[in-house]
């Protein structure tokens, strides 16, 4: 079972600055496989980002995916207000399907 | 609009059972695996089950296999998720999730929380 660690565990930003969060896998992932997701409170999960680098629909250009193999990013150019949640990264694989990151928190300086 | 409704969680002792739903809207069922997830109260997501559009093929996570068992009405739109032999760390809300192409889940319902208490 491929394992998904994310960094830092939270991320203290003031808006407007520029996120950067890490997903590491505990051995190569196929990129088309790589997915990332938006949870704020109370909430369900809101898929931002699959195939590594593909844009969900409606999901604002400021937040873009990137990597391969075992290191993967998440990167908000420039932190809303509207952006601060818990952000998982999600892998889909044989078995289990879906496993998930445990999560970054990104938090208002 | 793709609408995903649950419904069906609630309070159940340890060793009891509880039957979960999902009302689908907006799209053609037919065309998608579903998949339930769950998370525990202030925990990270678990992926749980998944359903081919047809209930051909079937997946469980380790963790509730033989006591999960999940099941489709394309007819009605609905998922479902039988829950038996419920453990305490079973408590979580649980969530229906559409299945984009055997990669992500693109929508999620609000989820249905089930506690699993004496």
């Known amino acids: 079972e491929i394992v998904l660690t994310q960094s830092p565990g939270t991320l203290s930003l003031s808006p407007g600055g520029r996120a950067t969060l890490s997903c590491r896998a505990s051995?190569?992932?196929?990129?088309?496989?790589l997915a990332w997701y938006q949870q704020k409170p109370g909430q369900a999960p809101r898929l931002l980002i699959y195939?590594?680098?593909t844009r969900a629909t409606g999901i604002p250009d400021r937040f873009s995916g990137s990597g391969s193999g075992t290191d993967f990013t998440l990167t908000i150019s420039r932190v809303e207000p509207e952006d601060f949640a818990v952000y998982f990264c999600?892998?889909?694989?044989?078995?289990?399907?879906?496993?998930f990151g445990q999560g970054t928190k990104l938090e208002i300086k | 609009e793709v609408q995903l409704v649950e419904s069906g969680g609630g309070l159940v002792k340890p060793g009891g059972s509880l039957r979960l739903s999902c009302a689908a809207s907006?799209?053609?069922?037919?065309?998608?695996?579903m998949n339930w997830v769950r998370q525990a109260p202030g925990k990270g997501l678990e992926w749980v089950s998944s359903?081919?559009?047809?209930?051909?093929?079937?997946y469980y996570a380790d963790s509730v296999k033989g006591r999960f068992t999940i099941s489709r009405d394309n007819a009605q739109s609905s998922l479902y998720l039988q829950l038996s032999s419920l453990r305490v760390e079973d408590t979580a809300v649980y969530y229906c999730?559409?299945?984009?192409?055997?990669?992500?889940?693109?929508?999620w319902g609000q989820g249905t929380l089930v506690t699993v208490s004496s």
């Open positions: 999730a559409r299945d984009l192409r055997m990669v992500a889940l693109d929508s």
């Open positions: 907006g799209f053609n069922v037919n065309n998608y695996y």
């Open positions: 359903i081919s559009s047809n209930s051909r093929y079937i």
């Open positions: 051995q190569s992932v196929s990129s088309s496989y």
């Open positions: 195939g590594a680098s």
């Open positions: 999600q892998q889909y694989g044989s078995s289990p399907m879906y496993t």
